[in-house]
């Protein structure tokens, strides 16, 4: 099974070689990388191309303005010629070699559209500690009107469902992952499992985790998005996911350890 793994990149030169790194160790070999670069200045795509030819020909790149990360995702995935795509941020990386091998099997042993898994942030500057664990386990449909939903960086989805039923909405600021999300997996009810395993480190300060400014505008593109989808919804249960994020912030640390050792 072949997976395509998108990378979307402006002036990421600080981070992507570990990223890059990661992808190479992967123990399941039949991949595609695709780096969507928003014509950085930095050196970024002076590193992917340095890189390039421990790839063997599995990496592509293209460089040229874009509208923003969310267009730059739709061009990887109009690239894309795996069986299954992911994404994978240029300031993130593989929690283990083994994440795409597992993702893989997943599909093979399973008749399923996409599956999902678990993230831990880290310090930005210190990648070694851990600040925040996110776990895919409490995710259920019905609590997408909550505002919830699988953790992104570890959605791996067919090809041919980006397909039929579109990519991501570039109208939303912040939150066009969700909409996404919601509209394949609430309104069109793919058929998708969890897979119980952490498989992606996420650097903090990303678009969707500065600051509360980023929040309200999560907010707002969330009650847009289950407004435009017909998903009924209202702030209370929009704000009952801050609740549990409150309680995930401690709790989820106390599994990290746990689940990088699986």
């Keep these: 099974m072949k997976i395509t793994i998108i990378t979307a990149t402006y002036n990421s030169a600080a981070t992507l070689s570990d990223t890059m790194e990661s992808v190479l160790r992967q123990t399941h070999h039949d991949i595609e990388h695709i780096i969507v670069d928003g014509c950085s200045t930095d050196g970024t795509l002076s590193i992917a191309r340095s890189m390039e030819p421990r790839y063997g020909g599995r990496l592509r790149i293209i460089s040229e303005p874009d509208k923003g ?43 399923v559209d996409a599956v999902y898994g678990d993230v831990h942030y880290v310090h930005a500057d210190n990648p070694q500690r851990s600040v925040r664990y996110y776990s895919s386990a409490i995710f259920r449909r019905s609590r997408m009107r909550m505002g919830f939903m699988p953790a992104h960086p570890t959605f791996y989805c067919r090809t041919a469902i980006y397909k039929q039923y579109g990519t991501f909405d570039t109208s939303y600021r912040v939150a066009a992952d969700f909409e996404q999300l919601l509209r394949l997996i609430y309104v069109h009810r793919i058929r998708t499992q969890y897979l119980p395993y952490d498989f992606v480190t996420m650097r903090t300060g990303g678009v969707s985790t500065s600051g509360w400014k980023s929040h309200v505008r999560i907010m707002r593109d969330h009650r847009r998005a289950l ?9 209370l249960l929009l704000s009952l996911r801050y609740v549990y994020k409150a309680t995930e912030v401690m709790a989820g640390l106390l599994h990290v350890g746990k689940n990088r050792r699986r």
């Design 227 to 235: 407004k435009a989808n017909g998903v009924p919804s209202n702030i």
């Design 69 to 111: 990360l969310y267009d730059a995702m739709n061009k990887g995935l109009r690239m894309a010629t795996g069986d299954v795509v992911g994404l994978l941020n240029s300031d993130d990386f593989y929690t283990d070699d083994h994440a795409l091998e597992r993702i893989a099997r997943a599909f093979a042993d399973n008749e």
